[in-house]
């Protein structure tokens, strides 16, 4: 890589990532399928084509927004659970950091990821499935710890796809005017699945 490589790398990221974030957006306001190329460029202000220097396809884009929502999620998971200090804190950062990323700044990105699953081929599913598996481990590891604290009910498995569910749907129907803030909203379903 030539000097001149180097020093247009911090750049060339920084529009990549201006891409996928726009990218996000327009995938989840207007569907993958309806997105055209086009649409893409104009949210940058790059020429549809200028595009594939950053990707190679659309399908590489998608994928993008998706591990960017699903990474960045996981990753202030880890931090939080972390930063716990016994197993209800880590039950109530699972909560917390899932929603406030969900229905904040990783919002766009995790929407796409759940509802535009079925435009991912099948060659691209694989990288972005341990993505997802990385943060259901976490999230299964602390249910595991907080079942054996007598926290929550003893069918973790179970418990993590109902909880997912259902933290997923909130951005169907979640006002951030409304009643509730994301972290009242956190603490509230918390305390639907504690047993003390």
Do not use: C
Request: proline share 2%; hydrophobic share 45%; glycine share 6%.
């Amino acid at each position: 890589m030539s000097v001149q490589d180097k020093n247009n790398q911090p750049e060339e990221n920084s529009r990549r990532m201006e891409l996928v974030r726009a990218a996000a957006k327009l995938f989840r306001d207007q569907g993958y399928e309806r997105t055209t190329v086009r649409d893409l460029g104009n949210a940058v202000g790059l020429q549809s084509g200028s595009l594939f220097y950053h990707f190679r396809t659309k399908e590489e884009i998608l994928v993008a927004v998706m591990a960017l929502g699903i990474s960045a999620t996981t990753e202030q998971l880890g931090e939080a659970i972390a930063r716990a200090r016994n197993p209800r804190d880590k039950l109530s950062a699972l909560f917390h950091v899932h929603l406030n990323s969900l229905l904040g700044d990783n919002q766009a990105a995790l929407e796409v990821m759940l509802y535009e699953w079925r435009s991912v081929s099948a060659a691209a599913k694989p990288g972005l499935i341990v993505l997802r598996d990385r943060y259901e481990a976490l999230w299964q590891e602390v249910l595991d710890e907080a079942a054996a604290a007598g926290l929550v009910k003893q069918d973790t498995r179970l418990l993590r796809r109902t909880l997912l569910g259902s933290l997923h749907w909130s951005v169907q129907w979640y006002k951030s005017d409304g009643e509730l803030s994301v972290d009242a909203l956190a603490e509230r379903m918390l305390a639907l699945v504690l047993l003390k």
